[in-house]
């Protein structure tokens, strides 16, 4: 089955670093999906990106959607401390996997003050 | 907005006991979806439903049931406990079409002792 491959596992940064997360898979993707879980609750959506070369930010979070279809990267700019959380990639993909999403395994974000 | 809700949000069961977890929307949406998260993993896809009436299994539907009667409820239901299916459930609906991203419930964290 599509799996994808969600690196860093985790990221121990100060208030105001940059931040760059990234997914690959060995399938292509139609959308790529970034989702933020805070304890306790369920993911919630950041960014979604629809088009091969698609760059989209939202506030200080900004994704790209990679060329080849099997990439995508998460960047957040100046961390702040509610940033902390775990942030998962998703792919939907077509055909046979209609409408089903595919996740990594999380990465894992901790902001010092 | 209410949007996904899920009850309960926690519950502890015995080996061999049954139970069903509630979801319900209401946005409208056609596609829903219940997944599974494991300490320190991404979500892996249960069941899903295109549209009331229709069900269909994803990646790890053994030991679980669904049915969908209608747009707004797609409950799970566990009919024999097992240790292994203690997680946190999350239930996701979407809009119809191949590219629409799936919003998420808080999550029921179930434990099997």
């Known amino acids: 089955g599509q799996q994808l491959n969600q690196s860093p596992q985790s990221m121990f940064i100060q208030e105001g670093e940059d931040v760059s997360m990234n997914c690959t898979s060995s399938?292509?993707?139609?959308?790529w999906l970034w989702y933020k879980q805070d304890p306790g609750e369920g993911p919630v959506l950041l960014i979604a990106l629809y088009k091969a070369g698609e760059l989209t930010s939202n506030g200080r979070l900004t994704a790209q959607f990679g060329i080849t279809r099997k990439d995508s990267f998460l960047n957040i700019s100046a961390s702040i401390p509610s940033d902390v959380g775990i942030y998962f990639c998703a792919g939907l993909g077509g055909g046979t996997s209609y409408g089903k999403l595919t996740f990594g395994q999380g990465t894992i974000l901790t902001v010092h003050p | 907005n209410a949007g996904v809700t899920q009850t309960p949000k926690f519950r502890i069961l015995k080996i061999g006991q049954s139970m069903t977890l509630q979801c319900t929307q209401d946005m409208n949406h056609n596609y829903m979806y219940w997944y599974r998260q494991d300490p320190g993993m991404g979500l892996k896809l249960i069941y899903y439903s295109v549209g009331a009436g229709i069900t269909d299994k994803g990646e790890v539907p053994n030991g679980y049931n669904v049915s969908r009667s209608t747009t707004e409820d797609f409950p799970l239901r566990l009919e024999l406990a097992a240790p292994s299916q203690t997680s946190v459930y999350f239930c996701?609906?979407?809009?119809?079409?191949?590219?629409?991203?799936?919003?998420f419930g808080d999550g029921t964290r179930l434990s099997i002792l």
């Open positions: 399938s292509i993707f139609n959308t």
């Open positions: 996701a609906s979407s809009y119809v079409g191949r590219n629409q991203p799936q919003h």
